[in-house]
């Protein structure tokens, strides 16, 4: 997705590499239309970005553009995107919709459940919070750490180091 001053548009090679099957699926409309709400329901579609236009896409997919208008038709009267003249179609959710927060796994994909290594490092990071909490957390002259290994890296390219 690029951003354009705060506007998220999505490309159609990029839709396209992301919506599977549909140029072999009957109707391919329908099946264009679930692809897209699929991806923003999980995620992999932000909310409020610019859908591709409708040539673009087409092109893209080596499909039809009526195809792709009969699907931004259906997720606009299902209230998964909505349109204004001249400026795209954008995604949306209708009423009463959530965006899920997990992507279910397909068939055979390998799934990690970082749950326990996150509360770990969030147990971590709140534990060692109390040290930093008491200082405006600056050294005047940065992280010692972070000042010995580029005063290192200086000097192993024979640059001059600031004193100590």
């Not at 692809?35 to 591709?52: K, M």
């Not at 750490?145 to 640059?159: F, P, S």
């Amino acid at each position: 997705m690029a951003a354009r001053s705060g506007v998220h548009t999505l490309g159609g090679r990029r839709l396209a590499a992301q919506v599977t099957g549909v140029a072999g699926e009957r109707p391919g409309y329908r099946a264009l239309a679930q692809g897209v709400r699929t991806l923003l329901l999980d995620g992999r579609i932000a909310l409020h970005t610019r859908l591709p236009a409708e040539r673009e896409l087409a092109v893209a997919l080596g499909i039809s553009r009526a195809t792709v208008t009969a699907a931004y038709d259906l997720l606009r009267e299902s209230g998964y995107a909505i349109s204004r003249r001249g400026a795209g179609t954008w995604t949306e959710l209708p009423e009463g919709a959530r965006l899920t927060s997990v992507r279910t796994p397909l068939a055979g994909e390998d799934v990690i459940d970082l749950a326990d290594e996150l509360s770990a490092a969030y147990a971590a990071a709140a534990d060692d919070l109390a040290r930093h909490a008491t200082t405006p957390g600056y050294h005047p002259y940065g992280m010692p750490e972070l000042r010995a290994a580029i005063a290192e890296r200086y000097t192993g390219r024979g640059l001059p180091t600031l004193p100590e």
